[in-house]
């Protein structure tokens, strides 16, 4: 059974920085492309990141430059650095296999930007 665990949300001023983690159980993460989402107050969920199994990453245009997703086969993680955190960051982040239409999702991490 696939567990995904985020920790590293709170609450920061913004220019800050936080660094999420995601840990996973079972031998699927390490052959599996890792995502990041984001879920803002009355908004829609929207993918902020992604790594593939390789190393190679993609973002969204609202965080590229600011946030660095990376991942640690051998510790089954994925990490989402995230700098010149924004107001519009504020967000519950989730942590994913698979994809959208996948059925393994983190509880979710809540991170706030607020002066």
């Known amino acids: 059974q696939v567990q995904l665990v985020e920790s590293g949300g709170g609450l920061v001023q913004p220019g800050g920085s936080l660094r999420l983690s995601c840990a996973a159980s079972?031998?699927?993460?390490?052959?599996?492309?890792m995502y990041w989402y984001r879920r803002a107050p009355g908004k829609q969920r929207e993918l902020v990141a992604f790594i593939t199994s390789g190393g190679a990453a993609n973002y969204a245009a609202s965080v590229k430059g600011r946030f660095t997703i990376s991942r640690d086969n051998a510790k089954n993680s994925v990490y989402l650095q995230m700098n010149s955190l924004e107001l519009e960051d504020t967000a519950v982040y989730y942590c994913n296999i698979g994809g959208s239409g996948s059925i393994f999702w983190g509880q979710g991490t809540q991170v706030t930007v607020s002066s």
């Open positions: 079972g031998t699927i993460f390490r052959i599996n492309t």
